[in-house]
């Protein structure tokens, strides 16, 4: 089965040293402010984003002092009205990229994403764009541990929870996509089978995937995902770009 090529902020600093962990829980803690606000509850068990959000801050090794804290300014508006935002446009190379980010200010963020793609040679377009390029699909991504056991057995039972397509590229982890109105449903069968659930969100699969040939339109390209990474509004970006 196939993989993808998104290009996740959070994925991208495992391992990284103690400021950038503290950059990661940052962008969790406002997914974490986002899903209370736009899930209507502060109790993960009726909040179906929120247990997300908490689940992949604890992949994260996030604290559960810092996740409950976050809750609970979320149930207080401590923290600003952040609400979720998406960009779209093309970097060098006419790469397809979708931006999708948490912010309390959207000229701010509009301003800052925009300056990263004119200054790396790319253009930040209008909404739908680009998106027509992608497919919009469910993501469970499961801890490849000992929970797993035999393959094939894995990949049954995935089917068997609602799975379109599985990606076991990763040494870490396995992807299993779903359609989106399943995503849910399938999260919940994986936890079922005793799986250990990372991250359960909407992603972005690109249909037809772009390489980029030239040398000097790589490194801008690579250079504006790093400034979008950088970002602390930002949460995910997604691209059609194939190494």
Known sequence: MSGHSKWATIKRKKGANDAARAKIWTKIAREILVAVKEGGSSDPAMNSRLRDAVAKARANNMPNDNIQRSIKKAEG???????????EGYGPGSVA??????????NRTAGEVRHAFDKCGGNLGQSGSVSFMFDQMGEIQIKRDEKIGDIEEFELNAIDAGAEDIDLDDDEKINVYTKLDELKQASDKLKEFGYTIMDSDV?????????IDDEKKRINFEKLLDMLDENDDVVDVFTNYSE
Request: hydrophobic share 30%; charged share 20%.
């Open 203 to 211: 992603t972005y699969l690109p249909q037809t995937e772009v390489k």
């Open 97 to 106: 990229i979708i931006v999708h980010g948490n912010t309390d200010n959207k």
């Open 77 to 87: 508006g401590v923290e600003g009205n952040f609400t979720e935002v998406f960009y």
